[in-house]
């Protein structure tokens, strides 16, 4: 099966062209059917090469795919193939699981929206470019399905394009990932200046001969890294990912939380061979993550839309697969990127089956005791804020656990300190949206009646509830073997060069196995005190530190400042450059060009007589100045 | 006295002989059924005879030989162009179904014609003989010639059948007379003996002449300036249909002699040709491109866009590499299909008697028919040279074969041509989308099967755009044999 | 190996030569009088009635190629008559395509009844 990975993609893609250019023709139980279906295929395929794979002798893997030659030109070659090994396994079996999962939840959320059929399409694309996006074997078809989810992403943000702020956010989305793509486009164009290939294979086989720190791989990984705080919402590129809550909910379960938004992480876990290689960009990629963490996390505590606490939670989370990356736990990064993908399609699905039921209302304020009217949202609402904040067995608790370890023992603990703050505040708020939603007084207009969703939402729910669960069994760490999930990447990623092997003992890990649960349940203790013991204490709280609250309810006015230093500048500046320099001199050029060759092209044709004698006196010219200039030599 | 009788094999010219049996089958079907069976089946049977001759040519496929005594070259350059005038043959017999019925001409001689026009281009491309090119010159201009004409009635296409005639056999005289001075010089005609005697003993002065007058020949084929006066007029008489067919297929079966006869037999002399094709390709550039801005007839402006593509594939030759010779056979292919296209939704909007065949007729065709506006937008990117349509990566090709040749100027006037050529094909595409309607335009009759035919062609573009790969090995695969 | 043709040059340019040289001379000593009776084609005999370029009937022009075509035709089969034992097989067989081609031709105008007179 293997050797035909191709057909993955082709499956959505099939269902995109129906849904796009049928769409209107065929009955919604046939896009009902076709949505869901060919991501189900695909997902079906994807699960047979993993069974073929984990059969395949050692010497086979990883299996390159090619399919066809895409670009040739002189020394460059770009192929279209596709690289089959343990990394990219494990980002389609997400992509199209959870896809196929939250195709199933869209066919009940979008049932009554008048653009089914686009929806579809539109969903089934973006299956497909992020598809391409895991399994390319070289940075260009990378960059393709990078380019095509974020066309997506873009087409779905803006998906009720009659509302302003959808088709406002979908524009934000656009072009703040354009400087994120710029800086990922420049890093492979060094990559092609550098290496000659853009191939991984030969990229990463090449990279060894490199001293560590040269200066060429900082760059590049670095170029690579801004493309990955584009699409990955890291600081100082994360401002589109909260506006991008405008699109439907599943949308944002799929792309903003689950799969596109992960793909600069997959990215960067794809190139460790050259982050290993590049010190100083593992700090940065730390760094950011790291701030990026924290600040996200703080203005969760203090936004009162559900979504919007979700989204600030998924920039936090990614902020933390960075900082894995950063201090060189690749595995660890991956690992948590997959339990995120369960848990975070989870809790927007969740939020979006409150939604749903509540009328299309988001703001949690006019919530509250929700959780028997909904018992099963609320039950997996549950599960997933207990995975969130990394609550044993849950699936968080191990992915999050080890890079909190990771960050202490490989990087530096300072970066532990502030990443178990950070998970604190990750257990407040996801605890505060829970107690607002589900606990409480009701808080609802009366004109609601809120209502559990169908079992065409709810399965997808419990699946997904029950993968949270138990998703992260499959990297238990501590016993010598039953840490699956880390032997089977272990052959894409990269190690830095350790200097000295550190074997920590067991009784440390399990001490700090028990800190970091203990920081989380100090983080549920607060919120418990704060919205379901003494709810007026919130306020209270707020008036005691104004400023500070205003700060982060304000999201630190990030939005403002980049308003104000880079949006009106360089508008202003293109008003100067549209009003002077390209309506006077610019068009004055061109519009003089033209008109020279307009007069010129009045006197050519005065040629073309219509007789045919004297087309002959042309053709007779002709030859005389031909044999002329070949008889004078 | 004895004769060697040659050893021949017959399936070398399979399709040559496909076609030019169906061809004369056509002419004994169309005198002697009866009515009834007539009309309908006609275009029927020629496209079976074009795609049984494809067949063939993709199992000849990777064949490398002579035959007929070395008169013919069995060889995956041929195949490559056999892809391509069979191509446009097939969709020029599609486009024209329907156009003939209005004007109630749907004679089976227009298709054996047809095929008989595909024969001569054929082996033109296959030719391993001056003699043979000849052959193949006269048996595509002569079928050529009556299909200009086939309106007998219009005033117009009388005149463009007779100038094409008489300008034609004007040049035709030119190139058999520059045979002629080439064989003076060498003592014979197979390409090969021709390109062993040049690089022996150089260029004399009846090679010299011989070869301007090659130039002179082939350049009024594929419409060279000076050479490329006839164009216009008879691009605008002839019916629309058979304007499609020549601009393609008599342009691209003219290229395949020109390469193949430049590349062979004077590869060894380019100081002695380049900077007169250089001069000839920036003058024919320049004039298609800078006469087509004042058009308004839409079929004399494809013609002088025809001219203008003509310099750009001149570029190619006078690169005189590898990459380039690759790229005038990528560049022909893709030119087949987008143009081919343009000229199908030029029909579609012309409607019965060419009626709308100004530009202006086109406006509001992007809001009432927003499919055919669609796919003529495509072809008209393609024809400016925009990525990601095939016509882009032609160009590409093109133009970095002659950088890397070192004709760094020529590729600055092709490209400022490039753009020059931008104003009057998106002119089409501001006028569709940006101008409402003056009046209704009325209904477009369109079958099913030129409704298919033009969106496979666009996709086509589309899809040989983004993805050139393999085409590009094929076209690299082709032009092996000109060593260099 | 050009000094061969010399013959033929100075035949072309006697010959030239001849017919410039009497038009030339008859218009040099001849005696001009111009009256429109001296300028009609026929200076004596009938008076000229109508244009001359009047529209001959298309089958005077088909039959003339007819008769092009099979002289040619006859023009190839001469010396195929004088090798034909050399030929054998592979000649009939050459011949007979050619002559098959010709005879499609006919067939066709025939079909088409352009060989009828009415």
């Known amino acids: 099966m293997i050797q035909y990975v191709w057909l993955v993609p082709v499956f959505p893609l099939i269902g995109f062209l129906i849904n796009g250019l049928l769409g209107k023709k065929i009955s919604k139980n046939t896009v009902s059917l076709v949505g869901p279906g060919s991501v189900g295929l695909s997902f079906a395929w994807v699960l047979g090469c993993f069974w073929e794979y984990l059969h395949l002798p050692a010497k086979a893997k990883p299996v390159e795919v090619f399919v066809f030659n895409w670009i040739t030109s002189g020394t460059f070659n770009a192929q279209a193939a596709f690289l089959v090994d343990p990394l990219s396994l494990v980002m389609l079996l997400v992509v199209s699981g959870v896809g196929f999962l939250i195709h199933i939840y869209s066919v009940g959320y979008m049932h009554d929206d008048p653009g089914y059929a686009r929806y579809f399409s539109y969903l089934n694309l973006f299956v497909v470019n992020m598809l391409i996006l895991v399994m390319a074997n070289n ?127 997959y990215m960067v876990a794809r190139c460790s061979a050259l982050y290993v290689m590049a010190p100083i960009s593992m700090t940065v990629v730390a760094v950011i993550g790291l701030a990026t963490a924290f600040m996200a996390a703080s203005i969760g505590l203090a936004q009162n839309d559900i979504k919007r606490v979700l989204a600030y939670s998924t920039v936090s989370q990614l902020g933390y697969m960075f900082l894995a990356c950063g201090v060189g736990a690749f595995v660890a990064a991956i690992f948590h990127l997959m339990t995120h993908a369960f848990f975070k399609a989870l809790l927007f699905l969740g939020s979006g089956s409150v939604i749903h039921g509540m009328h299309g209302e988001q703001d949690m304020r006019k919530m509250g005791a929700l959780k028997n009217k909904m018992p099963i949202t609320y039950a997996v609402m549950l599960v997933g804020t207990l995975a969130i904040a990394g609550i044993f067995p849950f699936a968080g608790f191990f992915s999050k656990d080890e890079i909190l370890f990771k960050a202490l023992t490989d990087g530096h603990v300072g970066y532990w300190a502030i990443a178990s703050l950070g998970a604190m505040m990750t257990a407040f708020y996801m605890f505060r949206l829970i107690f607002m939603t589900f606990y409480g007084e009701k808080r609802w207009d009366h004109h609601v009646h809120p209502h559990e969703s169908p079992p065409v939402m709810t399965i997808p729910l419990i699946i997904l509830a029950i993968l949270s669960t138990v998703g992260g069994f499959v990297g238990i760490p501590l016993i010598q073997g039953w840490n699956v999930f880390h032997e089977f990447l272990a052959p894409s990623i990269a190690h830095v060069a350790a200097g000295h092997e550190v074997h920590h003992s067991m009784t440390f890990e399990v001490m700090m196995m028990l800190v970091s649960m203990g920081v989380a349940g100090i983080g549920i203790f607060i919120a418990y005190k704060m919205y379901i013991k003494q709810p007026e204490l919130p306020a209270q709280v707020t008036a005691k530190v104004p400023g500070l609250y205003d700060l982060i309810y304000n999201k630190y006015y990030v939005d403002e400042i980049y308003d104000a230093t880079v949006v ?54 002709g030859v005389a100045v031909i044999t002329g200039y070949y008889l004078g030599r | ?73 069995v060889d995956n350059f041929s195949f490559f162009f056999n892809v391509i005038f069979l191509l446009g043959t097939g969709i020029s017999i599609i486009l024209s179904v329907h156009y003939l019925e209005n004007y109630r001409k749907n004679y089976g001689e227009y298709y054996a014609l047809m095929l008989f026009a595909a024969v001569g281009m054929i082996l033109m491309a296959a030719g391993g003989n001056l003699v043979i090119i000849f052959l193949g010159v006269e048996i595509l201009s002569i079928p050529i010639y009556i299909l200009s004409g086939l309106f007998r009635e219009d005033l117009k296409s009388n005149e463009a059948a007779l100038k094409y005639l008489l300008l034609g056999a004007f040049s035709s005289a030119f190139l058999l007379f520059g045979i002629a001075m080439l064989y003076g010089g060498t003592g014979t005609f197979y390409l090969a003996d021709l390109a062993a005697f040049i690089k022996k003993s150089g260029m004399n002065g009846f090679t010299y002449v011989g070869m301007g007058l090659l130039i002179v020949g082939f350049g009024f084929k594929v419409s060279m300036a000076p050479f490329h006066m006839w164009t216009p007029d008879v691009y605008e008489g002839a019916p629309t249909s058979i304007t499609a067919f020549m601009s393609v297929g008599t342009k691209a079966a003219a290229f395949a002699a020109f390469l193949r006869v430049f590349l062979e037999v004077f590869p060894t002399v380019r100081m002695e040709w380049d900077l007169l094709l250089w001069v000839a390709a920036v003058a024919t550039m320049t004039v298609g491109n800078v006469t087509a801005l004042a058009q308004t007839n839409i079929k004399r402006m494809l013609a002088y866009s025809s001219i203008a593509h003509a310099g750009y594939i001149l570029v190619g030759l006078i690169a005189g590499n590898q990459l380039g010779a690759t790229g005038i056979l990528y560049y022909l292919l893709a030119y087949t299909i ?84 931008v104003y009057y094909y998106l002119r089409i595409t501001v006028i569709m989308y940006m101008q409402p309607a003056e009046a209704d335009l009325g209904p477009v009759a369109m079958t099913p099967v030129v409704n298919a035919t033009l969106i496979i062609s666009a996709l086509a573009v589309l899809l040989i755009g983004i993805f050139p790969g393999s085409i590009f090995q094929l076209a690299m695969n082709s032009v092996k044999i000109f060593g260099s | 190996m050009l000094i061969d043709y010399l013959p033929i040059l100075v035949y072309f340019v006697i010959a030239l030569g001849v017919a410039v040289g009497m038009v030339a001379l008859s218009e040099a000593v001849g005696k001009k009088t111009h009256s429109t009776v001296k300028d009609l084609p026929y200076e004596c005999g009938m008076v000229p009635v109508g244009d001359a370029r009047s529209r001959y009937s298309v089958k005077f022009f088909v039959i003339a190629m007819f008769f092009l075509v099979f002289d040619i035709e006859a023009i190839f089969l001469y010396p195929w008559a004088v090798v034909f034992k050399q030929l054998g097989l592979f000649g009939l067989i050459e011949m007979a395509i050619f002559i098959i081609v010709l005879a499609v031709g006919l067939a066709y105008v025939w079909g088409k009844g352009a060989l009828q007179w009415e």
């Open chain 1, 139 to 265: 940075f260009l078809l990378m960059f393709v399905g990078w380019e095509g989810v974020g066309l997506c992403s873009y087409l779905l943000i803006g998906y009720w394009y009659e509302k302003q702020s959808a088709s406002d956010a979908g524009k934000k989305a656009f072009v703040v990932n354009r400087i994120g793509d710029f800086g990922f486009l420049l890093g492979i164009f060094l990559i092609f200046y550098t290496f000659g290939t853009v191939n991984f294979r030969e990229v990463f086989a090449q990279a060894h001969n490199f001293p560590v720190g040269s200066a060429i791989l900082t760059i590049i990984t670095l170029c690579l890294f801004v493309g990955a705080t584009g699409k990955s919402a890291q600081i100082p590129l994360y401002t589109w990912l909260p506006d991008a809550m405008e699109g439907p909910t599943p949308v944002s379960a799929l792309i903003h939380a689950a799969t596109m938004v992960t793909a600069g992480v």
């Open chain 1, 568 to 621: 009106e500048p360089i508008k202003n500046g293109s008003v100067f450059l549209w009003q002077e320099a390209d309506s006077k001199v610019i068009d004055g050029a061109v519009n003089g060009t033209a008109s020279v060759v307009d007069r010129l092209s009045l006197v050519i044709r005065k040629l073309e007589t219509g007789y045919v004698q004297n087309y002959a006196l042309g053709i007779l010219i």
């Open chain 2, 1 to 73: 006295m004895s004769i060697d009788i040659p050893t021949i094999c017959l399936t070398n010219i399979g399709p040559l002989i496909t076609l030019s049996v169906a061809g004369l089958l056509l002419l004994l079907f169309d005198a002697f059924s009866g009515k009834a069976m007539k009309k309908a089946h006609f275009h029927q049977f020629s496209l079976v005879a074009v795609v049984i001759a494809l067949l063939q040519t993709v199992w000849l496929w990777n064949r490398q030989t002579t035959d007929f005594s070395r008169m013919i070259y």
């Open chain 2, 338 to 421: 987008m143009n081919l296209g343009a000229f199908g939704v030029v029909i579609a909007v012309a409607r019965k008697k060419d009626n709308y065949l100004n530009i202006y007729d086109y406006a509001g065709l992007g809001f009432q028919y927003p499919g055919l506006a669609a796919v003529m937008s495509v072809f008209l990117f393609s024809l400016v040279g925009m990525p990601p349509t095939a016509g882009f990566l032609g160009k590409f090709y093109l133009f970095s074969a002659a950088v890397e040749a070192g004709y760094i100027w020529l590729v600055i006037i092709a490209v400022i041509n490039s753009l020059i050529s």
